[in-house]
Nanobody, 123 residues
């Protein structure tokens, strides 16, 4: 069982940056691949980024490449999402997720989910 708690969301102007954090419970954090997803009102949950157990392998949705960076600190049981050059269309609730399998890009490939953190980008 893994419990995930996101933080770091908020209101930012277009072009600004935010860093999201996802703190995980349990002593087996390093055994889980982690992902970030987002969901805007009226839209389906979409893949943002994922990272392997060790952090060596990362995966990004095309629209986030070059702007977002996923990383993890296994000593702190935390995964991060650094978001730069934010756009109004990045406005959504951002969720972190965990699963034993690496590289999942679909929500149903993840077993554990956090409650989400709201990111709002104003124009």
């Amino acid at each position: 069982q893994v419990q995930l708690v996101e933080s770091g969301g908020g209101l930012v102007q277009a072009g600004g940056s935010l860093r999201l954090s996802c703190a995980a419970s349990g002593r087996t954090f390093s055994s889980y691949a982690m992902g970030w997803f987002r969901q805007a009102p009226g839209k389906e949950r979409e893949f943002v980024a994922a990272i392997s157990w060790s952090g060596i392998n990362t995966y990004y949705a095309d629209s986030m490449k070059g702007r977002f960076t996923i990383s993890r600190d296994n000593a702190k049981n935390t995964v991060y999402l650094q978001m730069n050059s934010l756009k109004p269309e990045d406005t959504a609730v951002y969720y972190c997720a965990a699963d034993r399998r690496v590289g999942g890009t679909y929500p149903d490939e993840y077993t554990y989910w956090g409650q989400g953190t709201q990111v709002t980008v104003s124009s």
